[in-house]
DNA sequence: AACTGATTGAAACGCCTGTTTGAATCGGGC
DNA sequence: GCCCGATTCAAACAGGCGTTTCAATCAGTT
């Protein structure tokens, strides 16, 4: 064998898949990225359906190693939910090729799930949202599960629309001014947001409020004052 | 002319353009809905991108009447932004067939920008983000630009992130979970949410706070109880 | 050196795509 | 009736796709 063509098949493939789909992929362009024959993807994988599912479990065991590299299991809460906003808008936004790629097979996942979707879901998603979960249940004990889904889905909701809507919010509000939602901006602001919708940090904005906008509180608003 | 194949071609094309997408849909599967011939299209359109083109220019003039249909600008700015929220919400999970379709369409658009995707900022997206940019500016005077970019995208996410991500949601928190969130849930969570966010509302559930949780409430938050 | 099984390479197959072609059809003015 | 422009139709074209085929090549064994 000439080196392993099969693993230089992978990575063409990861590369490929992630930039523009499995439909939009083309086995041609694959194997030419890889400087090796067409055959050869069938050769080594059967055809291109599996070879796209071999790219996403190859993916997934990639992306869990660092799946617990935040977790301050002892600090407060509310410092662990900034810290998994930071590290997920840092995901989504960042730069690292190996990561970039991966993020971007599992949002193509989420958006026209195919057949292999499932398997990503138990073992790649899956993990994350209970991740979320459980410290969105430390922050609020009272929610049950109902709440606690779309408290998750909130954020995340949150935090992917920088991804899917990026070409059309760049066109809304100009190109600077996007330019100026930089993940640190994006992280804190999502993080504040959040705690500040749980009751946990005060209010996003110095509210110098116009005093007759405000409702009363709820009766936990007064317990904790 | 044997009853307007032109009006039928672009009924048809909205609704397989909705349905796979700009580059899933084919010219003969419209030809065929449309109950006219392969070369129809060409003929009434010039290619299929023409045809695209005018499909998202028919579906923004059709969904522009509705655009103020929610707006009781006497009202609370709390309950503007509730009913922009709900309406919101109603048209990405709504069943009525027209609105669907070209909410399909837009949001096939913020995904892959095609040529056509400046018009339907301009035209469509623009005025419905200014519209809640303008709310949400009543809401929190003291914000500047770029935090009123931010909430919006805050907002828009939390909804949108139930269209975009269905399918990886239902398998996440398996199928009569999903179900129970349906639309008046939904609006309820994420209008409470964001109000809770901004200071105006109290927090979306009962901190019966462990206490030590809570970071001592801003300025406004003391007034209010 | 000769054989063998695994791998690679170039070419072709069959299918589906958007587009074009040229003949057939229709409705209305002379 | 006849013609003419507009419209429809069946058929074909050119190109890209996933897949298959089969001969050529290579590494290791005998």
Do not use: W
């Not at 994988?45 to 002892?74: I, P, Q």
């Not at 090729?97 to 057949?115: D, F, G, I, K, V």
């Not at 459980?134 to 709440?147: F, G, K, V, W």
């Not at 991804?163 to 001014?177: D, M, N, P, Q, V």
């Amino acid at each position: 064998m000439e080196f392993d063509t099969k693993k230089r098949l992978l990575a063409a493939a990861s590369e490929e898949f992630a930039e523009k789909g499995f439909e939009g992929a083309t086995v041609r362009s694959i194997s030419y990225r890889a400087g090796t024959n067409l055959a050869a993807v069938n050769y080594h994988f059967g055809d291109k359906t599996k070879l796209y599912e071999e790219v996403l479990l190859e993916a997934h065991r990639c992306e869990s190693f660092d799946l617990d590299e935040e977790t301050h299991a002892d600090a407060h809460p509310a410092e662990r939910l900034r810290a998994y906003i930071r590290g997920f808008v840092f995901g989504v936004f960042g730069t690292d090729a190996h990561r970039n790629r991966h993020r971007a097979l599992m949002l193509r996942e989420m958006l026209e799930p195919t057949s292999a979707s499932d398997l990503l879901v138990r073992e790649a998603i899956g993990p994350r949202f209970a991740r979320l979960r459980s410290i969105l249940h430390e922050l609020t004990p009272a929610a049950d599960d109902q709440r606690l889904h779309a408290l998750v889905f909130s954020i995340v909701g949150q935090i992917l629309h920088y991804k899917f809507a990026r070409a059309i919010s760049e066109r809304l509000i100009g190109a600077e001014a996007y330019a100026r939602l930089d993940v640190d901006y994006i992280s804190d602001h999502i993080a504040r947001f959040t705690l500040a919708a749980l009751g946990v940090e005060p209010p996003i904005v110095a509210t110098e409020t116009p005093d007759d906008l405000l409702i009363p509180a709820g009766p936990s608003a007064e317990e904790s004052s």
